[in-house]
């Protein structure tokens, strides 16, 4: 017989037995869920690159270590069109460090080219100068070329910099140059043939007389504009009469002898592993700017750069110019490189001859264009007036 009460009760019944019974499923796969870890997030594009290439294995082998890459702790720290730079990190024995991956990408051309030929060619020679490089992995078919190498903390960031502190780099910069002095490159010439810039090249050449006759252009639009005739009306005479004679100003710098060359000494591009400690043992990086050019140039790259941004130390640049050019000198000696001139008067005629060449170009074109503050200019124009009349220009 049909109990239509009894249907109903029985019903409710078993929803609500069934609603009951739900929950505590759900209950104990939330808290077997909480138990379990989380899942990992997909491989990004380096980590699926560093399986592809068999990285683990390959620079384990150059560490004489087995490593792991940590996927989830990798950091860029720079990119621009042309490269990008990556912190990623491994384990090594028991620990993690870190390793800096480069990549450039296509196409790769001029000073990326140079930068990377660096990496490939020139550590047989000057491996106790850069990072330990444990990888390079070409392109193929015009793509991106990958570099893994050392890292190596950068000076930047380890102390506040002063004049003092260039005692410090002068040793490894003056062996920098030693070992790549004029014929001592020449058993090496064929590795750097195709791709290192020469500075007395023809192609060297024909860029300074292109700079040069830019400079003139610019000298003119810079006095057609108010703010910067004003500030260059003193000296126009001066310049116009000085870059007449150039592009090339004082013989004797190629007569000390060209070497690579670094061309960026700031100390983003300086690396040490203990800058407090007693020894320094400095790596330089980034070597897009590296060319076979006098020497001296290296010394403007180092100092005069230094003294013409930091103003503060200003009152102090002859003394500590003149103390620094001497110790260079003095490291070239113990290397077997006697310079004929004074090595004071070397480095007045290599700060002259480069702001002549490019920083004076360089301040002139952003302050015509406003691209950026020509804030240099009065500094670089007094050196040329000043130094250029002692060295006879």
């Not at 796969?29 to 990992?40: E, G, I, K, M, V």
């Not at 940590?70 to 990119?79: G, N, V």
């Not at 069109?81 to 460090?97: C, H, K, P």
């Amino acid at each position: 017989m049909h109990d239509p009460e009894g249907y109903r009760n029985g019903r409710t019944e078993g929803y609500q037995k069934g609603r009951e019974e739900g929950f505590r499923k759900g209950l104990q796969a939330a808290r077997d869920a909480r138990s379990l870890p989380p899942a990992a997030p997909p491989l990004g594009e380096i980590s699926l690159r560093w399986r592809e290439l068999g990285c683990a294995e390959r620079i384990g082998a150059c560490m004489g270590s087995r490593i792991v890459l940590r996927d989830h702790e990798m950091a860029c720290l720079k990119e621009t069109i042309n490269s990008a730079v990556w912190q990623l990190a491994i384990e090594r024995d028991g620990r993690t460090e870190p390793l800096i991956l480069k990549i450039f990408k296509a196409p790769i051309t001029g000073s990326d080219l140079v930068e990377l030929s660096m990496y490939r060619y020139a550590t047989p020679l000057l491996g106790e100068l850069m990072p330990e490089i444990y990888l390079v992995e070409m392109p193929s078919e015009g793509g991106e070329a990958w570099v893994f190498m050392e890292y190596v903390p950068q000076l930047k960031g380890q102390l506040i910099f002063t004049p003092d502190h260039f005692e410090r780099i002068v040793p490894p910069l003056a062996r920098l140059h030693a070992l790549t002095h004029n014929e001592r490159l020449a058993p090496y010439r064929q590795q750097f043939a195709e791709w290192l810039p020469i500075y007395t090249s023809e192609q060297g050449i024909a860029d300074r007389k292109r700079v040069n006759e830019e400079m003139l252009v610019y000298l003119d639009q810079a006095m057609e504009q108010p703010a910067l005739a004003e500030r260059l009306k003193a000296d126009e005479a001066m310049l116009r009469k000085v870059l007449a004679k150039g592009p090339d100003y004082f013989p004797e710098l190629l007569g000390a002898g060209l070497s690579i060359t670094h061309n960026d000494l700031q100390t983003p591009n300086i690396g040490c592993y203990d800058a407090a400690g007693a020894e320094w043992r400095i790596k330089l990086l980034d070597w897009e700017g590296a060319r076979f050019a006098p020497c001296w140039f290296d010394l403007f790259n180092l100092i005069g750069v230094f003294f013409a941004y930091r103003r503060d130390w200003r009152k102090d640049e002859e003394v500590v110019s003149e103390r620094i050019s001497r110790l260079y000198a003095s490291e070239m000696e113990r290397h077997g490189i006697l310079f004929k001139e004074d090595p004071v008067r070397l480095y007045k005629m290599a700060y002259v001859q480069r702001v002549l060449e490019r920083s004076l170009h360089l301040q002139l074109q952003w302050g015509v264009h406003g691209t950026k503050p020509a804030r240099l200019l009065e500094n670089y124009v007094d050196k040329i007036r000043t130094w250029g009349r002692e060295l006879g220009l």
